[in-house]
């Protein structure tokens, strides 16, 4: 169970009793983002929930039209890739879901998850002034101390016509408040500001102007220049990971490119280069030892 952050915590001390994590103001951010035109429709803050994801996806079922935008200061029951868990104090981090209906080829859908990574890490990197790197295929980096600490992940999930993606961020955990070791957050990263509305706002926005791009060149990510954008901020690349494949077998090899779907290309030590999908592994480890999972993927 993640530690709850500090503050009075009684239910009679109103929305305001931490002072160091404000609530989040939805009246602006719909001002700022949801006009005519834009991409987003719609954005609604909800004090709790289980699973944003979850959630929009039933409103997509709903009738729920592209733009639909649903942010949690806290949730119960984020889900991740493969089931995988995540769990934060209330209002210390970003905890959003987008519905989007892409009308490009749908064998290019499968680039929105690494499009969110990419519009993500841009955002962080000129808003918080913290470097981001994109760990494939759904993990956000930053360095703590040195080192590498997962702040975050995307999960993508089709629902209605169209695809929900949801974005987790550790923004305010302290070191004591990280469920693993391995786990990070902007504040400990040195972020500039850990102002949750310009960070979403600006996040939002560059979700916005990379998925026109990539729209505009029908979902081809070489053309949107999605596919170099997300190379190059990659931190898989050039390293040798183990892929962990179901039924207990696995890959080695250096990571090399990421193909035109999105793939992982490995070079193996007999020559081959051999393409992994995010939906054919389990795991996505250093070739030299185990690595956590940091807290999951959130959502």
């Known amino acids: 169970m993640t530690p709850q952050p500090p503050g009075n915590r009684d239910k009679d001390a109103g929305r305001w009793s931490d002072l160091g994590r404000p609530p989040l103001n939805a009246d602006a951010l719909r001002r700022a983002l949801v006009r005519p035109g834009a991409l987003w429709t719609s954005l609604d803050v909800v004090p709790a929930t289980g699973s944003t994801n979850t959630d929009l996806a039933g409103r997509a079922a709903g009738g729920a039209v592209e733009?639909?935008?649903?942010?949690?200061?806290?949730?119960?029951?984020?889900?991740?890739?493969?089931?995988?868990?995540?769990?934060?104090?209330?209002?210390?981090?970003?905890?959003?879901?987008?519905?989007?209906?892409?009308?490009?080829?749908?064998?290019?859908?499968?680039?929105?998850?690494?499009?969110?990574?990419?519009?993500?890490?841009?955002?962080?990197?000129?808003?918080?002034?913290?470097?981001?790197?994109?760990?494939?295929?759904?993990?956000?980096?930053?360095?703590?101390?040195?080192?590498?600490?997962?702040?975050?992940?995307?999960?993508?999930?089709?629902?209605?016509d169209g695809v929900v993606v949801g974005i987790g961020l550790n923004v305010t955990l302290t070191a004591d408040e990280l469920p693993v070791p391995g786990a990070g957050s902007l504040a400990l990263a040195g972020a500039r500001t850990t102002d949750r509305d310009p960070l979403l706002r600006a996040v939002l926005r560059?979700?916005?102007?990379?998925?026109?791009?990539?729209q505009t060149a029908d979902g081809d990510p070489a053309a949107s220049r999605l596919q170099e954008a997300y190379a190059a901020g990659c931190a898989t690349l050039g390293r040798t990971v183990?892929?962990?494949?179901?039924?207990?077998?696995?890959?080695?090899?250096?990571?090399?490119?990421?193909?035109?779907?999105?793939?992982?290309?490995?070079?193996?030590?007999?020559?081959v280069q051999q393409p992994v999908g995010a939906g054919d592994i389990i795991h996505l480890r250093p070739a030299g030892g185990a690595e956590g999972d940091g807290n999951g993927q959130p959502r």
Do not use: C, M
Not at 138 to 154: C, H, S
Not at 207 to 214: I, R
């Open 67 to 160: 733009g639909a935008v649903l942010v949690a200061e806290e949730q119960s029951a984020g889900r991740g890739r493969l089931d995988r868990t995540w769990s934060a104090p209330p209002r210390s981090g970003l905890f959003f879901s987008v519905y989007l209906t892409p009308r490009v080829p749908v064998e290019r859908w499968g680039w929105l998850p690494l499009l969110a990574g990419v519009a993500t890490a841009t955002a962080l990197s000129r808003t918080a002034g913290v470097d981001t790197a994109l760990k494939w295929p759904n993990d956000l980096l930053v360095t703590v101390d040195g080192a590498e600490r997962k702040a975050g992940g995307i999960l993508a999930e089709r629902a209605a």
């Open 206 to 214: 560059s979700l916005d102007h990379w998925y026109g791009e990539w």
């Open 242 to 271: 183990r892929a962990e494949l179901p039924g207990g077998t696995d890959i080695v090899g250096e990571a090399v490119a990421i193909d035109g779907d999105g793939r992982l290309v490995l070079a193996t030590a007999d020559g």
